[in-house]
């Protein structure tokens, strides 16, 4: 069982450029997450998905876009890579049923740098 | 919406010597107070969390105390040691479905 998986494990972007990083979990957990981490900011919620099939806007949305299509995956597209994205970004699900509350599991993260 | 403020940001003990990290949030509907220890290079891992049902809870040498009133809650970790050199992160759970938000983190360091 690999748990979550993303890829790549870094990247060297050039402005301008479109871009997906690829998370994969096969816990059958419902939920899934999209976190940037920058120095001194912590952790920023980008995107969530609570089911296949939905998606919402966290605290730092724009510049990105996510899809569910199924359960396991949830990648994140940066449409027109700039600077201030370089960062960063972890993957993270969670087994969440209705209104509880349940832990968040993290990938490795991807460290995106755009130049 | 929930904010979560984290302090301090940096925090240095010796070896054997407790640590307390404090938090505070700010939506009084908050849950769910979870807190990460991410090591250099690694990803988060949940240590320990708190439900608001409960004022404290603990797992050998760390702790966790919730109080709703004054919407804070706090990590302690007895007995120090240096693999608990890591970068600590608290967040509350914001109105709305499972949406953490974290605080920005403490750096500690655990001298020998």
């Known amino acids: 069982i690999a748990g979550i998986t993303q890829a790549p494990t870094s990247q060297i972007l050039a402005a301008g450029r479109r871009m997906t990083l690829r998370c994969t979990q096969d816990?059958?957990?419902?939920?899934m997450y999209w976190y940037r981490q920058d120095l001194g900011l912590g952790l920023r919620l980008i995107h969530y998905s609570n089911t296949a099939g939905t998606t919402g806007k966290g605290e730092v949305p724009d510049g990105y876009s996510v899809s569910r299509a199924n359960t396991d995956d949830f990648p994140l597209t940066l449409a027109s890579a700039v600077p201030s994205q370089t960062s960063v970004y972890f993957c993270?699900?969670?087994?969440?049923?209705?209104?509880?509350?349940?832990?968040?599991?993290f990938g490795p993260g991807t460290r995106l740098t755009v130049l | 919406g929930e904010n979560v403020e984290q302090h301090p940001s940096t925090l240095s003990v010796q070896e054997g010597d407790s640590a307390v990290i404090k938090c505070t949030y700010s939506d009084s509907a908050s849950n769910y107070f979870p807190w990460y220890k991410q090591e250099l290079g690694k990803r988060p891992q949940l240590i320990i969390d708190i439900r608001s049902n409960v004022g404290e809870k603990k797992d050998q040498r760390i702790a966790v105390t919730l109080n709703k009133t004054a919407k804070h809650f706090s990590l302690h970790i007895t007995e120090t040691q240096p693999e608990d050199s890591a970068v600590y992160f608290c967040a509350g759970f914001s109105g709305g479905y499972n949406k953490l938000i974290f605080g920005a983190g403490t750096r500690l360091a655990v001298h020998p």
């Open positions: 993270a699900s969670s087994d969440s049923q209705g209104s509880s509350t349940d832990t968040q599991y």
């Open positions: 816990m059958r957990h419902n939920a």
